[in-house]
């Protein structure tokens, strides 16, 4: 390893050095040298040379020191392994039909200027992906802002705290300081994980309902979530919530075989109470969604035991009654 590599060198390794820089928030100077098998003065007359075609390299501070890329003023080249140049086509194909209102044409414009760059060698991967690949529209319950994705992205990134103003299912509207940990989508909903400061206490936001997100540029505590992971802990706080309408079931079969047996995830708790038995909490604003599920319940074929009141019982008999009247057509 030689202190002034070849000049036929410099391009591509200015181009690694871009997408060393790109895949983490900072880099010591040893760091980016046994990455390029450099020697660090050659690392930071390469960092120089970035520097003077304008790209925002900030050194950092602490016992080591290193360097950053820094927001600047247009985007940088993006240097990409194979794999990661499908993931970010297919990606912004689903986006095109996705729950992310107001960016459909900017993902397919993003796509035909990707598209037009990309090696001879993966363009029949990305052409057989493009055909077999198809999305339903409309299969999302709510479309969010992408200004308002991207400043919870960035402090969830950053573990920078936030605030926002926020409304509840039944319109009331609050204002959050909140510590925020993950963005999770479930249900074709978006929700942010986060530590609320003045609750003190782990909460979960519809992203949809959020409003005017602001950075406090304040760090966030690291926090322990109470769930191994942040998906565990949305299905958790949305199967604890209790709505305007709630049926209990006691069911002949376990919890496991309940959940194996309907599609999708259930809008309440499921508690095993023995061998092939388990109880079932059944919660929603609507009486119309429990009596669905109980009757995605009942059609497994166990016997239950129903608890629920009559706004449910009375659609439950009305809706026996049609099905005894139904004949089928040869």
Do not use: N
Not at 36 to 44: F, K, P
Not at 69 to 85: C, I, N, Q, Y
Not at 161 to 170: A, H, M, N
Request: with cysteine; proline share 5%; charged share 30%.
């Amino acid at each position: 390893m030689t202190d002034e590599p070849r000049r036929r060198d410099l391009p591509e390794r200015m181009l690694r050095l871009l997408g060393l820089l790109q895949t983490r928030r900072t880099w010591t100077a040893a760091e980016l040298a046994q990455r390029l098998r450099v020697t660090e003065r050659t690392v930071r007359r390469d960092i120089d040379r970035l520097r003077a075609l304008d790209y925002a390299v900030t050194g950092t501070t602490g016992t080591s020191g290193g360097y950053r890329l820094a927001a600047g003023s247009s985007m940088p080249p993006l240097s990409l392994e194979d794999d990661e140049v499908v993931a970010v086509a297919v990606g912004l194909a689903m986006a095109s039909r996705g729950s992310v209102s107001g960016i459909e044409d900017a993902s397919l414009t993003a796509l035909v200027k990707l598209e037009q760059i990309f090696p001879a060698r993966l363009r029949p991967q990305l052409a057989a992906i493009s055909r077999a690949t198809s999305a339903a529209p409309g299969d999302y319950a709510a479309q969010v802002d992408p200004a308002t994705l991207a400043v919870l992205a960035a402090c969830c990134r950053e573990h920078e705290s936030v605030r926002f103003g926020y409304r509840d299912r039944t319109g009331r509207r609050s204002a959050r300081r909140v510590e925020p940990h993950s963005l999770v989508i479930l249900r074709g909903l978006w929700y942010l994980v986060a530590y609320d400061l003045d609750r003190e206490d782990w909460r979960i936001f519809r992203i949809d309902r959020i409003d005017t997100p602001l950075r406090t540029h304040r760090p966030a505590e690291r926090r322990d979530l109470p769930t191994a992971d942040a998906v565990g802990f949305v299905m958790r706080s949305l199967a604890a919530a209790s709505y305007r309408y709630t049926a209990r079931l006691t069911v002949d079969l376990s919890a496991a075989d309940v959940r194996a047996g309907i599609f999708g995830l259930i809008p309440g708790e499921i508690d095993d109470l023995g061998p092939g038995r388990c109880r079932i909490r059944l919660t929603a604003e609507s009486p119309e969604l429990v009596t669905q599920y109980i009757v995605l319940v009942a059609a497994l074929g166990a016997e239950f035991v129903l608890d629920a009141p009559p706004d449910i019982t009375d659609r439950l008999h009305r809706l026996g009654t049609r099905l005894g009247r139904t004949r089928s057509h040869d």
